[in-house]
């Protein structure tokens, strides 16, 4: 028999389907990570820790809709009620940490792949304020109220903060910063000096954060729909499912810059240049990439014939020697030899495409 009321499953269903595909993009960031590009850094760890709280998430909805979570108030018994109100009050502060940790670890990719002092500084100014505002948020979701139990038992005497308050204030700021996170990287991405399409598809990577955006907005709405209701086990499922949705696309945006390299490998054509020009360009300005393009001491020997001259040819002796003879300057049929080196040297530097390796 079905656990739970049809509204609560559904929610469990979506919820499901969102964790599911988080967990997808994170182990494909992974691979990428570990056996393509062969380098593992701090945003990766964030990311799978952020995952690791988004399915403990997932299991306490699994726990609300089990004691009806979607059923009305009045029709639900008190040992449910107050079983379901338990787990709902340990859910916020679960959800809370896994945002925080996404939005960080999408901040130390940032730091990693930008890696100009200013984008450097940016970074850690945003990250030393999420840990301010995540500290915050976390204890204030765990001590709503004291004693604790106040949250899920009105009976009993204490102090709660006042929850509608609390919930829009914390989403204003989950907003707030989402929309610093989505802007902070398009000035740099606007200056590389690579092709357009290539330029566009990786802004549009990035920009991929903006569906984190629309999630915060409308749980932001389903929130204002449970502050004002009479018959809150009835309504949660709304802002229940948007915080799982809103967690799990923040995971998902996080990984796909990450999984690059793969996209590369399995699409060649999507992060190549238009033309063949620029990549014959890129070959030749830069070095670096290619070591079939760096010559050094680069010899042409040409002879010049000419018939046996009528004049006496006399014999020209080097500062550097005394023993000069004209076999240095004639062959034996009286030919000039005339041999000319060319040399080139290359100053090796990364141009803009190549350092667009950092994005994976």
Request: hydrophobic share 45%; glycine share 4%; proline share 5%.
């Amino acid at each position: 028999m079905p656990i739970g009321t049809a509204r609560g499953r559904e929610a469990l269903a979506v919820s499901a389907v969102f964790t599911s595909l988080a967990t997808f993009f994170t182990m494909l960031r992974i691979y990428t990570r570990v056996f393509l590009v062969k380098q593992i850094g701090a945003d990766d760890w964030t990311i799978i820790i952020s995952l690791i709280f988004s399915w403990a998430f997932f299991g306490v909805f699994v726990e609300e809709v089990r004691y009806l979570m979607g059923e009305h108030f009045a029709k639900i018994p008190r040992e449910d009620y107050i079983k379901q109100m338990t787990y709902f009050w340990a859910s916020i502060p679960i959800y809370q940490t896994s945002l925080i940790i996404t939005k960080a670890s999408i901040l130390l990719q940032y730091k990693r792949v930008f890696s100009t002092p200013r984008m450097r500084i940016a970074c850690w100014c945003l990250i030393g304020f999420l840990g301010v505002y995540g500290t915050w948020t976390i204890l204030s979701a765990w001590l709503n109220c004291i004693p604790v139990a106040k949250f899920w038992d009105t009976s009993i005497k204490g102090f709660c903060l006042d929850k509608t308050a609390l919930w829009f204030s914390n989403s204003a700021i989950h907003i707030f910063t989402d929309i610093l996170i989505l802007i902070y990287p398009m000035p740099v991405l606007k200056n590389l000096q690579i092709p357009k399409r290539q330029k566009i598809a990786l802004m549009g990577v990035f920009a991929l954060g903006a569906f984190v955006l629309v999630t915060s907005i409308l749980r932001l709405q389903s929130l204002l729909v449970i502050s004002h209701s009479t018959d809150p086990t009835y309504d949660n499922p709304g802002a229940a499912t948007w915080s799982a949705v809103e967690c799990n696309v923040a995971i998902i945006c996080a990984c796909l810059p990450g999984t690059r390299a793969f996209i590369s490998r399995l699409l060649p054509r999507f992060f190549s240049s238009r033309s063949a020009n620029y990549r014959s360009r890129s070959k030749t300005n830069n070095p670096a990439r290619s070591r079939s393009t760096n010559f050094t001491n680069l010899q042409t020997s040409t002879s010049v014939a000419a018939p046996p001259p009528d004049y006496h040819m006399k014999s020209f002796k080097r500062s550097d020697s005394s023993d000069s003879k004209e076999s240095d300057f004639l062959s034996p049929r009286g030919e000039i030899k005339v041999t000319t080196i060319v040399s080139q040297e290359f100053a090796s530097h990364l141009d803009d495409a190549s350092s667009m390796r950092h994005l994976v």
